[in-house]
């Protein structure tokens, strides 16, 4: 197991890059820490298999460091740095046993025979495949060929991590929580370093006690999954995480806040004074539907909007409002109602209430 430090990385696929488009990987620092249950997140071609492959070796980055607790290995092959990494589709020998496919990475090191023996029926009583140890791997559904497949990555006692890139892409629904929720056992049994590269936040945050999320080549937010609902760290965080995602509205700097049409939003002091701070037009306000209050009667803190919809989602309900020139969600209890075009008064508690500048999120010590 190590520490999986990444310095100044970046890479490109373009011979000689010329500006930041040309990047599957922006430069960015980043530490992925020994025994961590990880998972990385972000939409199609943000990066993320590229990240992984820099990791395990499959491909050299074109800048920065690859370092495993502390020492360089950007010139090793995956063999030498030890990583086991399961992909989106099995990867296993269709001729060989089951038992034969779990023990060929441990035959490779040559471990014996006895200690093969013992570590493939505990990787496969977890897996719970060990009725099929002695069967053909060809004969084996799909979702049984991907658990032999995470069990040839399991397996080793000696990996540096295992980094997962989407390995249930191709399992039954029903089955995805399920092996989930093992892999994440698996963890907790054998303390081992895990990476596991999704594009399903669901899948990040059931797995994963961080999630690093990826937006463009660049790692912009890396944290709890409640960090990332209650305090997005980049916009593109806010809109991925939640469903529906974080109300984001662009404004304009106003005394004591923002405004967008002619809804003015006072602002707190601090929020007021880095805005007077940071010269970038690129303002936004945002808000999560879940922290956006409804009530019956204005007062100073409200503003009014127009009701467009309601849909009723069993144990809660999402409404749409109008507001000024922008539309926003609203997540209510089960027995809210409101007609279509009433009026209700919207506030936006102050603490739920975040800004970004450039794209980021402004904190209150900057
Ligand atoms: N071998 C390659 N040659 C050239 N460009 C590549 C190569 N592999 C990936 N890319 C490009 O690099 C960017 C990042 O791709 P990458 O596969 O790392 O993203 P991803 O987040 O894993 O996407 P997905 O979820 O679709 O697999 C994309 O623009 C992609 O087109």
Redesign the pocket.
Not at 42 to 53: H, R, W
């Given at each position: 197991m190590a520490e999986i430090q990444l310095k100044s990385l970046a890479h490109s696929?373009?011979s000689a890059p010329t500006g930041p488009d040309d990047y599957?990987?922006r430069q960015l620092d980043h530490v992925w820490h020994k025994g961590g249950a990880y998972a990385l997140l972000?939409?199609?071609?943000?990066?993320?298999?590229?990240?992984?492959?820099i990791i395990s070796g499959l491909?050299q980055p074109s800048e920065g460091d690859v370092l495993f607790d502390g020492k360089r290995v950007n010139e090793l092959s995956p063999r030498d740095r030890n990583i086991a990494q399961v992909f989106q589709f099995p990867v296993i020998y269709d001729s060989m046993t089951v038992f034969d496919n779990l023990a060929f990475p441990l035959k490779n090191n040559k471990i014996p025979a006895s200690k093969i023996k013992a570590r493939v029926h505990e990787i496969a009583e977890v897996l719970e495949i060990e009725d099929k140890l002695y069967k053909k791997a060809k004969n084996l559904t799909a979702d049984e060929k991907q658990k032999v497949s995470m069990g040839r990555g399991l397996v080793r006692e000696d990996v540096s991590a295992i980094l997962f890139?989407?390995p249930l892409t191709v399992i039954d629904p029903q089955l995805k929580w399920k092996l989930r929720r093992k892999l994440k056992q698996i963890h907790e049994q054998f303390d081992i370093t895990m990476v596991y590269?999704t594009?399903d936040q669901l899948e990040a945050s059931t797995f994963a006690d961080k999630i690093a999320v990826?937006y463009g080549?660049q790692i912009v937010q890396f944290g709890t999954p409640t960090e990332l609902f209650e305090r997005p760290n980049h916009t593109f965080v806010g809109f991925f995480i939640g469903s529906p995602g974080m109300n984001l509205i662009e404004v304009q700097r106003c005394p004591r806040g923002v405004c967008f049409g002619s809804i003015v939003v006072p602002l707190d002091s601090w929020k007021v004074e880095a805005l007077q701070r940071l010269k970038s037009g690129n303002i936004k306000i945002g808000i999560r539907p879940e922290f956006v209050e409804i009530s019956a009667q204005p007062s100073d803190e409200t503003f009014e909007a127009e009701v467009r919809d309601v849909e009723d989602l069993g144990t809660y309900k999402i409404v749409t409002v109008q507001l000024g020139p922008e539309i926003l969600k609203v997540r209510q209890n089960e027995d809210f109602s409101a007609d279509i075009g009433s009026r209700v008064h919207l506030s936006f508690p102050s603490q739920w209430l975040m800004l970004y500048v450039d794209e980021f999120l402004i904190k209150e010590q900057e």
């Open positions: 696929y373009v599957a990987i972000g939409p199609s071609g943000c990066g993320k298999s590229t990240m992984l492959n491909v890139d989407e590269v594009h990826m080549g």
